[in-house]
């Protein structure tokens, strides 16, 4: 059974930092691109960051520069380093394992057909 577990997630003030964590068990990383999504009630998920089994790495241009997505393959461990949040940035974060070759534009299209945690919730405050 695959279950992704993440952590990590919290209350801050604009301009301030959290490390969301998700641990994955149950399959390997070498057949997944590994993302995080994020989602706020009534509105349309949107992928925040991705990256493959080859260590490619790509963002949504609203995290460019403030977010940093990192894989330890040893630890089947996916990290998102958040970094000078804003209040935009509130949302119920999840990480997923998609299709291999995914970027973060695939990972609202491919959520569905692999994997994807229960989410830990980040809120910034103004």
């Known amino acids: 059974e695959v279950q992704l577990v993440e952590s990590g997630g919290g209350s801050v003030q604009s301009g301030g930092s959290l490390r969301l964590s998700c641990v994955g068990t149950g399959y390997s990383y070498r057949g997944h691109s590994m993302g995080w999504l994020r989602q706020v009630p009534g509105k349309d998920p949107e992928g925040v960051a991705a990256?493959?089994?080859?260590?490619?790495?790509t963002y949504a241009d609203f995290v460019k520069g403030r977010f940093t997505i990192s894989l330890d393959k040893i630890k089947n461990t996916l990290y998102l380093q958040m970094d000078n949040l804003n209040p935009e940035d509130t949302a119920m974060y999840y990480c997923?394992?998609?299709?291999?070759?995914?970027?973060?534009?695939?990972?609202?299209?491919?959520?569905?057909?692999?994997?994807r945690g229960q989410g830990t919730q980040v809120t910034v405050s103004s």
């Open positions: 990256v493959d089994s080859g260590g490619r790495k």
């Open positions: 997923a394992a998609v299709v291999a070759g995914s970027t973060v534009d695939h990972l609202v299209d491919t959520v569905d057909y692999g994997y």
